[in-house]
């Protein structure tokens, strides 16, 4: 199975940036897309940015231009990086992990996705 850990979340000023961190591990490594999810007190969770084994990005409207998603199989790590952080981009984010690849999955769908992280906890103070 993969475990996923996140790192990196915290509190920053609006317009500030962040760097959010998601180490898989595991006996068997995800060869599909990984994936970024959001979920705000009171509110549904969020597709935020995802990412294929092959580099290939997807963003929500609400992120696109400030938040970059990348990947680094050799380290088993998926980033996001944010920008131009504004308060209504407070929640608590989520890695996820898509085990297989191939098909052809709706990245933006929580159901796409085998392998979840514990959330980490990001604020954007006005």
């Known amino acids: 199975q993969v475990q996923l850990v996140e790192s990196g979340g915290g509190l920053v000023q609006a317009g500030g940036s962040l760097r959010l961190s998601c180490v898989a591990s595991?006996?068997?490594?995800?060869?599909?897309?990984m994936a970024w999810f959001r979920q705000a007190p009171g509110k549904e969770r969020e597709f935020v940015a995802a990412?294929?084994?092959?580099?290939?990005?997807y963003y929500a409207d609400s992120v696109k231009n400030r938040f970059t998603c990348s990947r680094d199989n050799a380290k088993n790590t998926v980033y996001l990086q944010m920008s131009s952080l504004k308060p209504e981009d407070t929640a608590v984010y989520f890695c996820?992990?898509?085990?297989?690849?191939?098909?052809?999955?709706?990245?933006?769908?929580?159901?796409?996705?085998?392998?979840w992280g514990q959330g980490t906890q990001v604020t954007v103070s006005s």
């Open positions: 595991g006996r068997i490594f995800s060869r599909g897309a």
């Open positions: 996820a992990a898509r085990l297989f690849y191939g098909g052809s999955p709706d990245y933006t769908q929580q159901t796409t996705y085998d392998y």
């Open positions: 990412i294929s084994w092959s580099t290939i990005t």
